[in-house]
């Protein structure tokens, strides 16, 4: 009986397990978060499909994904501080984790074996082991009022470091995790007014903070850290009135053309453009709105920009040489955020209030096809495992 | 005058002037509570608990009453990323929305 029993298992669930996961690639694959719902979908970029609906994420607003480096497991970071790692071949989460109070984003380390966590609540990074979620080390932040300074900003770094900035007290904190039982940490207390969010140049270079509560930014050179933080684009918006921003721009990879980086100013309706070798200001390109995410398409040949409320129902395409806008799209209300495919021919779109994904042609800036997701926000192509600062 | 440059939002700027006396229509309470829960929810977390900016649960607003908070709402609070929603909601939708704020919102 009890032999039969066995063969009988023995027959049937390898088979059940592999029926349950995909047998592919995961190059052409990415996820989208449904913040109402707590849910992500698991896409192929190739076929234009939903090949998984994952659910039991908990509160996705402002969540994002960083992925392992065989570009399998899918790590989101949501908002009530639930750390969750998800196989997009099976469509199964593997293993999830409430890990703080509230949190901004993370990052996955150099080598792939350490995933941080940016929290709010209690402000502070946390490192967790990418393979079975445990605790590696806890960052606490500097004591702000009676709690902790938020964190936001942060990024993986070349030798194994994170990078982030400390939203209360502005200060910019090296995390080295090279021996993972010590932490090593590297300050630097004089970033500035509010840094609300950060970014790395995709060679690892350079680390720069956005700051809310003055004009400019703050620039950390990762090869000299012994020489500080040097403000950037000090004058910028100078003098003028700055506008409500109904939403907070994010610094999420770096966009640059030949010599020059586009960066959303804040309070300003302007897409900033900074030479990259002297890191002054070489042009200010009006737009529609209060800019979020100014993205360029991974030729530099073109920027995509999105908008703060109440103008997030439109996307900007800006020629980089010319710097003209080219075109204007009315993508729908809640237009939040977008991705290039891996070369770029074509961008995804999340429209929130339509629930759907928008999928353009980059060269003819024409729709080509649409998705249905519920309430999508992020998108995240798996091609950002092999990306520093994504 | 923002009426103009916000002309996506003529709606609310109609309600705004025929209105503003007068406690908002049910429609146009669900719209204030998704714009709660997605535009406020942005910075406010979508469950309110808090995100770049503080938590609006009706624990973390005890210290103030419902028309200082409307203050808050109508006028932002000026170095901070809190932005004025006046241009797009009157003063008794915006004491509407802190009395909600107050009383909790079951999510």
């Known amino acids: 009986m009890r032999l039969k029993t066995f063969l009988i298992l023995m027959t049937f669930l390898p088979g059940v397990l592999l029926a349950d996961c995909l047998q592919r690639g995961t190059g052409d694959m990415g996820v989208i978060i449904e913040r109402a719902s707590g849910s992500v979908l698991v896409i192929d970029t190739s076929a234009h499909k939903v090949l998984s609906h994952v659910e039991g994420l908990g509160d996705l607003s402002h969540a994002s994904v960083v992925y392992s480096r065989d570009e399998r497991y899918a790590y989101v970071f949501g908002r009530d501080g639930g750390l969750t790692k998800i196989d997009i071949l099976c469509g199964k989460i593997v293993k999830r984790v409430l890990q703080g109070g509230n949190s901004i984003g993370g990052a996955i380390s150099q080598d792939g074996k350490l995933v941080a966590v940016s929290n709010y609540t209690p402000g502070g990074v946390k490192v967790f082991s990418s393979d079975d979620l445990s605790l590696v080390a806890d960052i606490p932040a500097t004591p702000f009022k009676d709690k902790r300074s938020k964190t936001v900003g942060l990024v993986d770094a070349p030798d194994q470091r994170f990078v982030f900035a400390l939203y209360d007290t502005g200060e910019t904190w090296i995390l080295d995790m090279t021996d993972p039982a010590r932490p090593a940490l590297t300050k630097f207390t004089n970033t500035g007014r509010l840094p609300y969010d950060g970014l790395i140049t995709p060679d690892g270079r350079y680390y720069i903070n956005g700051l809310f509560g003055e004009d400019g930014l703050a620039l950390l050179d990762l090869w000299h850290p012994e020489k500080g933080l040097k403000r950037i684009l000090d004058h910028y918006g100078k003098g003028e009135q700055q506008l409500p921003v109904y939403k907070m721009p994010h610094l999420e990879g770096w966009a640059v053309a030949g010599n020059r980086a586009f960066l959303p100013a804040v309070g300003h309706h302007e897409v900033l453009v900074m030479n990259m070798s002297d890191w002054r200001e070489a042009g200010r390109i009006p737009v529609h709105g209060q800019p979020v995410f100014v993205m360029a398409r991974p030729d530099g040949r073109q920027l995509w920009v999105n908008f703060a409320f109440p103008d997030n129902d439109t996307v900007q395409i800006i020629d980089s040489e010319t710097l003209k806008i080219i075109k204007t799209l009315k993508t729908g209300k809640g237009t939040l955020h977008m991705e290039f495919t891996p070369r770029g021919e074509e961008v995804w779109i999340s429209v929130r209030d339509k629930d759907e994904i928008q999928v353009y042609d980059t060269r003819t800036m024409k729709l080509k096809t649409r998705l249905k997701a519920q309430k999508p926000s992020g998108i995240f192509f798996t091609d950002r495992a092999h990306k520093t600062g994504l | ?107």
């Open chain 2, 1 to 107: 005058m923002k009426c103009f440059r916000f002309a996506t939002y003529a709606v609310l700027c109609l309600s705004l002037s025929g209105g503003a006396l007068a406690a908002p229509t049910a429609d146009r309470k669900a719209e204030l509570m998704y714009l709660l829960a997605q535009d406020c929810g942005a910075c406010h977390g979508m469950r309110l608990k808090g995100g770049l900016g503080p938590s609006l649960k009706p624990e973390a607003l005890r210290q103030w009453d419902a028309e200082q908070l409307a203050q808050t709402i109508l006028h932002g609070r000026p170095g901070t990323p809190m932005p004025p929603w006046s241009p797009f909601m009157s003063h008794q939708e915006a004491l509407w929305l802190a009395q909600q704020l107050k009383e909790g919102i079951s999510q």
